[in-house]
Structure formats: structure tokens, C-alpha cells
């Protein structure tokens, strides 16, 4: 069967154009989330009352009623001047308070783009390792010391763990898959026919729990859809002692 390769060099370009769209289509959210609230602010500040209009309208009383020189009256116009001002102060504390909003919407929401591109990023990123599987750049098995030691990490290993992956290692030296009973046949000694699938699939388990990081376990032993089990590595790096 042809094997289909890539060569570091021929992703690269493609991992440089999709950085690139990437961070492309960062910026145009952020410019957009920018522009969107921009324009809802002047809107906003647009649509407010003017600060000064109490005040006219109180200044076009005292003018057009200057015969108002009663105490009460005086008393009226000057309550009403007070009130203006009020109202003045109350509008340019409501115009701070608006754009003080403004400027922790656009802060969130752009935040929020933000960890949306980075979830997304780690997706693709967690997805394309597990097409690939776990680089492996050797894997040794000690039989004696019941250990096995992958790239610079080593386990320790219970017998039976130890068994099924020495199996399936000696298994994808040959390049073969193993199924549930073609497993528990050669561990156990009988015939594929005498065994359960369900046994050999318990095997797989415990070999993944006892390799603890369950992301890491299930790249290195690889579930075949309808097939079977096989180690996910390069056949050359592996070594049973």
C-alpha cells in the first residue's frame, strides 16, 4: 500500500499561511469590535441631551421676565439656576460613566476574540497530534526490571501492563494489528478462537491507566476502527530487552 509522506518542508509553508490568516483575521475582529463600538458611542453621546440646556432655558427666563423682582420670584430663579447646574454636572458624570463602560466592553469583547482564537488554535493543535500520533524517538522494554522507559520517561510497570505492551510492540515490529483476542491468545497462550475480545480490550485499558497521562496513552496505543490494537511509532525506535 503507498504511504503518503510530508516532509517538514512542505507543512511549514502552510503552517506560516495559516499563522498568517490567523492573525489576519485577529486583527480584522479586533478593528471591527473597535469600529462597532465607536460608532455605538457617538451614537449614544450624540442622542444625550446638551449639558447647557437647563441653563438656557433658565438664562432665557431671567431675560424675557426681568419685572420678576419679588422675593418668591427672585427665591424661583435661583432654585431653577441651581437645578440647571445639577443637571449639568449630572449629564457630564453620566457621559464619564458611558465611556467608562465603552472602553470595558471593547476590553472585554476583544478578550473575549482573543480566547476564542486560542481555544480554536489548541483544537486544531490537540486534533492535528492526534492524527500524527506522540514522536516517539525510542521506546525500551525491560522485562526484568518490569519497566519501560519512552523517549526520557520512564514507567514502572506492572507485569501484566508490561506483557501487553511487549505484545504490541513485537506485534508492530512485524507491522501487524492485533486484535482483542488475537492479544489475550498470545499472552495467554491459546488459540484467538478460545478468547474473548472483551479481554484483550481490558488489557489495552489497564496498559493505558498504568501509563497514567491518558491523552499520552491513547496516541501511543492506537485504536484501528473494525481492526484491532497497534503501537503508534516508528517500528525502528523500539527495543526489548
Do not use: W
Not at 15 to 43: P, Q
Not at 98 to 120: K, Q, R
Not at 160 to 180: K, Y
Amino acid at each position: 500500500m503507498p504511504v503518503t509522506t510530508s516532509s517538514v518542508s512542505d507543512r511549514l509553508p502552510n503552517r506560516l499561511t495559516d499563522r498568517l490568516t490567523g492573525n489576519r483575521v485577529v486583527g480584522l475582529g479586533i478593528a471591527a469590535i473597535v469600529v462597532i463600538l465607536a460608532v455605538a458611542a457617538i451614537f449614544l453621546f450624540r442622542t444625550l441631551p446638551d449639558a447647557n440646556a437647563f441653563n438656557a432655558r433658565v438664562e432665557r427666563l431671567f431675560v424675557e421676565n426681568d419685572a420678576l423682582t419679588g422675593t418668591a420670584e427672585i427665591k424661583l430663579l435661583e432654585i431653577l439656576a441651581q437645578s440647571g447646574t445639577a443637571f449639568s454636572d449630572t449629564l457630564t458624570s453620566y457621559r464619564v460613566v458611558i465611556f467608562v463602560l465603552m472602553l470595558f466592553a471593547t476590553a472585554l469583547l476583544v478578550a473575549a476574540l482573543v480566547f476564542l482564537v486560542v481555544i480554536v488554535g489548541q483544537n486544531r493543535r490537540i486534533a492535528q497530534l492526534e492524527d500524527a500520533g506522540i514522536t516517539v524517538k525510542s521506546l525500551a522494554i525491560n522485562r526484568e526490571q518490569r519497566t519501560v522507559t519512552l523517549n526520557n520517561m520512564e514507567f514502572s510497570l506492572t507485569e501484566a501492563a508490561l506483557e501487553t505492551l511487549s505484545v504490541l510492540a513485537e506485534a508492530r515490529m512485524d507491522e501487524d494489528v492485533l486484535t482483542g483476542a488475537e492479544l489475550e491468545g498470545l499472552i495467554s497462550g491459546r488459540h484467538p478462537s478460545e478468547c474473548d475480545e472483551a479481554a484483550g480490550a481490558t488489557r489495552i485499558k489497564r496498559l493505558r491507566d498504568a501509563l497514567g497521562n491518558q491523552m499520552m496513552a491513547e496516541l501511543l496505543v492506537k485504536t484501528i476502527a473494525r481492526r484491532g490494537y497497534m503501537l503508534a511509532i516508528d517500528k525502528g525506535v523500539i527495543r526489548v530487552e
